[in-house]
């Protein structure tokens, strides 16, 4: 696969355009955006930082018609590491609701979804486990999947891709299990995933909640010290 020359179809450049207005509108930061190439930075309610790259590239055995655009999130929890690229910034394992919606489109839905991570933390456990994981952390960390965290230390030992097929194996087989009892007793049978077990969300809600109110105490700061300067900036033309 590799990137080339791609000019928008009417739908994907009308998807673009959505795209823009929305990112102005969201104070999302447009690092490029071209025909085959889309680079958006930006800050979620939760204070953390998203970059969103897609590149469109098509496989050299087929013809151009054959183009996909491949996106990439990363997240962080300064800006610094997005832009500096370090070892504190991680890939998120996102996608939109439908792939076959035009590219702007796509990126939009993430967007959105991203800048209210909060919310959207509540319905995604993967980027619950980011928006708790300490910065320090996230040092050790490669990728933020939705079955599994993937560390660094488990690509040295070169592990990790068999303990996520055997997890999907075994998501597979519940799915299966359950499926079946729905098929023969006509009724929603209810189980729990075993793959997040492991991660401790019992206090999830109260962090969500003190993150939340840490941001309404940091603007109500932000609106007595504006309207202290006003105070004093009144004062000193007044005498």
Known sequence: MRQFSYKMNKPELRSVELLKSVSESAGVEIIQLSQNEIHLRFKGESKRWYEIESQAIFDEEYLEETVEWITNTKAARWK???VNDTEFSVQLCVHPHDKNLPIGDQIVSIVLALINDIQTA???PML???LICPRIMLENIVIFQEMMVVTKDM???GDWQ???HN???MHEQQEDIVMRAMEEDDVHVPYEHEWIEGFDFSNFEEELEELRIEEKEKREQEIVRHWERMN???HDNQS
């Open 162 to 164: 068999g303990a996520f």
């Open 128 to 130: 619950a486990k980011f």
């Open 80 to 82: 610094s590491d997005l």
């Open 167 to 169: 997890l999907q194996v």
């Open 232 to 234: 004093d900036n009144l």
């Open 155 to 157: 690509v040295d030992d």
């Open 122 to 124: 509540m319905e995604i």
